[in-house]
């Protein structure tokens, strides 16, 4: 993928800020791969700046290459040969020799590498910024970081040096379905909503993806093989984050297979309950999983909790990669997928699809012109599971039903989301509107009075 991706509302910010009357100081953080790096350097285009990606090395070498970088700026191969260690003197000698227009970037990548090497440069640059760059009025600071726990106690969190001096921050987050499309051009919109629910809007799973090649063809390569791009991407996510791994592996496994509550995430990890509410919370800080609630005009009791997967990669992969390693070995990745693997994707996507079409409301909402502040969430009590629920401010409720796959009785389809508003508890008597969300609709259909029908197309017009 050789053209940049989206991000425009970013690139925007990013431009503005540049083009201001004060120096800048942006923390750009955000899960891995999700394409951090590539929003600052396609930001630095054309632009006076030094981009330096750290590493896992040590204090010297570290600031070897970052002066490497400088005297390629500065024009001046003096500068590479100054032999110090010291992040404050290097910093404000590149900073003194610049002579460009315009603001000087410093972009900081991996940054939490540099601190592990230096521990003192946060407060280094807490320092250089209160005396000396915040008054100049040119310098342009990003600091970037994948380590979500870092990222806001180290640069966000009050206790740290830099607390207070960011002018703004970018939380990057995944790319939404619409704009996950744009990697896939050339798909049909049912592949390109396959894609997005197995590797969600993760720029470097989706590239990972090759449109010339069939889905099926890709799951098997990239997830699959051995050499696979994906095939251990959650161990190396994990791995990077977190320790006892084969604790998180339990919950990541149980949580894939359908179990969703406290009691029985505890029962059937072996974890006590007392216990393993402080490895959900990790996973939750990390944007793993997510903590979920039925949403009605009933306040839910802590009993209503649920716990889903939340990222779609981690949840394909626990569910069809990882309890199948021993078959991929023995059996082979073609002969897993075809027994193993495909008989269940057709409801696996099924539910895959209620989260798209839980993300779509919002633009729906737009499109029809609502006003009213709203929530997006779904429904649940021991007698009913509500796909979608719209609850806006305007005594309006909306309530979803999905179907990815084919309807073969359209009437029992509408029968049952009526069934479902029938079940829903509208204490307030707001006015429900019954929306169907379906890959394709005839024309011809017989619809509910006040229904609305939604196809994969007209989810897909969004921009």
């Known amino acids: 993928m050789d053209s940049f991706i989206g991000r425009t509302k970013e690139l925007q910010t990013l431009q503005e800020a540049y083009r ?3 120096s800048e100081f942006i923390p750009v ?3 891995r791969r999700v394409g951090k790096s590539e929003l600052i350097t396609c930001f630095m285009k054309n632009k006076p700046g030094i981009y330096f990606q750290a590493k896992k090395n040590t204090a010297r070498l570290q600031v070897k290459e970052f002066l490497k970088n400088a005297a390629r700026l500065l024009e001046n191969p003096l500068v590479e040969e100054i032999q110090s260690s010291d992040w404050k003197f290097i910093l404000q000698n590149v900073v003194d020799q610049w002579r460009g227009d315009g603001k000087l970037i410093l972009a900081f ?4 590498w540099l601190v592990q090497a230096c521990p003192e440069l946060p407060s280094v640059l807490q320092e250089l910024w209160d005396r000396y760059w915040k008054k100049k009025r040119t310098i342009f600071i990003i600091i970037c970081g994948s380590y979500m726990g870092f990222m806001e106690r180290e640069i966000l969190g009050k206790k740290s040096p830099l607390y207070g001096r960011r002018t703004f921050q970018i939380f990057l987050k995944p790319f939404p379905y619409h704009e996950a499309a744009l990697f896939h051009p050339s798909w049909s919109l049912e592949n390109r909503a396959r894609i997005w629910f197995v590797c969600g809007g993760i720029p470097y799973y989706l590239e990972s993806f090759d449109s010339l090649m069939s889905f099926e063809t890709n799951i098997i390569k990239n997830f699959l093989g051995e050499h696979g791009p994906l095939f251990a991407e959650p161990d190396f996510l994990l791995r990077e984050e977190l320790r006892e791994l084969h604790v998180y592996n339990a919950i990541l496994t ?10 029985n995430l505890s029962l059937q990890t072996g974890i006590v309950e007392s216990t393993i509410g402080y490895y959900l919370r990790q996973l939750q800080n990390l944007g793993y999983i997510a903590k979920k609630f039925p949403l009605s005009t009933i306040k839910p009791g802590k009993k209503d909790v649920r716990y889903h997967l939340d990222d779609p990669l981690l949840n394909f992969w626990y569910r069809f990669v990882y309890p199948n390693m021993g078959d991929i070995s ?3 990745e073609i002969n897993t997928f075809k027994d193993i693997i495909k008989p269940q994707l057709k409801s696996y996507f099924g539910l895959c699809f209620e989260r798209l079409c839980r993300e779509a409301l919002p633009n729906i909402y737009r499109k029809e012109g609502v006003q009213a502040p709203f ?4 429904y649940w009590n021991p007698g009913v599971q509500i796909d979608i629920v719209g609850l806006r401010k305007d005594h309006w409720i909306d309530i979803g039903e999905c179907k990815w796959g084919k309807v073969t009785s359209f009437e029992k389809t509408v029968q049952k989301l009526m069934q479902s508003i029938g079940n829903f508890p509208n204490l307030k008597n ?10 394709d609709f005839s024309a ?5 009075k006040d229904m609305k029908v939604h196809t994969l197309k007209e989810l897909y017009e969004f921009k």
């Open 20 to 22: 201001s009357s004060r």
């Open 29 to 31: 953080y955000g899960r």
């Open 109 to 112: 990548d991996e940054f939490q």
């Open 254 to 263: 149980t949580l894939a297979s359908g179990t969703h509550t406290l009691q």
């Open 330 to 332: 023995f059996r082979g």
């Open 375 to 378: 929530e997006i969430g779904e």
């Open 430 to 439: 707001d006015t429900i509107c019954p929306r169907l969300f379906i890959r």
């Open 444 to 448: 011809g259909k017989r619809l509910q």
